[in-house]
């Protein structure tokens, strides 16, 4: 059966998604299940898009290879239908349409999840997205946020703030060090989900707010 064409606006406002019988084709697991064309004005809806790279996280064996950060990625069954991810995501953002500035998070309010699935995921604005980012497969030996100055045979402290890296000190120990870098980087966690309150999830917004930096 030909699927019917809709705009971006019509489908950005969809709260029931018609269903077409369909079997899974995208990594061999997901399922484009919905009766209507996932493109419109000549490119894929921005739901479709999304769910793609969702599903590219957590089946592309190529992507796990190239990007390990992503070798525990999975995805819920529930998501595996297009259907079902439309629908969340409209709910999502109110039926706003597409949520400029802002990215699908999965382990704010699940700290250190890996499964996507509409529990533990959220949009959230990419300034608090990229605030988290882990380091960990580039920093080496030492806990996160801590180098060892060569020059000066001391431990040394950064953090990362608006794109720049502000020095914190220089300390005796890796321990000292660190313990540095968590006051000023949950600060500054704390700081950002305040200034971006109004747009948050009460469970993001809460998860930021209690956040504790680990080693």
């Known amino acids: ?8 606006d019509k489908v950005d ?14 990594f061999k697991v997901g399922i484009n299940d919905v009766g209507f064309q996932v493109a419109a004005d000549r490119k894929p809806i ?3 898009s999304l769910w793609c790279r969702v599903l590219e996280r957590a089946f592309c064996q190529k992507l796990k290879t190239d990007r390990p950060t992503y070798k525990d990625v999975t ?12 629908g969340w995501c409209n709910k999502e ?21 890996k499964i996507y699935s509409p529990e533990a995921c959220s949009f959230v604005p990419q300034d ?9 497969a580039t920093r080496g030996e030492w806990p ?16 990362r703030q608006h794109g720049c890296r502000t020095h914190l000190g220089y300390y005796d120990t890796p321990e000292e ?23 948050l999830k009460p469970a993001v917004y809460e998860s930021l707010m209690n956040w504790e930096i680990e080693p």
């Open 1 to 8: 059966m030909k699927k019917i064409v809709l705009s971006q």
């Open 177 to 199: 060090a660190f313990l540095a870098y968590k006051v000023a980087k949950e600060a500054q966690i704390r700081a950002v989900a305040n200034q971006y309150k109004d747009v």
């Open 13 to 26: 406002k969809l709260v029931v998604v018609e269903r077409s019988v369909a079997r899974p084709t995208l």
């Open 144 to 159: 996160v946020g801590v180098n060892i100055n060569k020059e000066y045979g001391r431990y040394q402290a950064r953090l």
């Open 128 to 136: 608090v997205n990229k605030l988290l980012t882990d380091s960990g």
């Open 46 to 48: 921005w739901q479709y």
């Open 75 to 86: 995805c819920c069954d529930e998501w595996l239908s297009f259907a079902n991810f439309l």
């Open 93 to 113: 953002v109110d039926y706003k349409g597409k949520p400029v500035g802002m990215a699908l998070d999965k382990d704010i309010v699940v700290k250190g999840n």
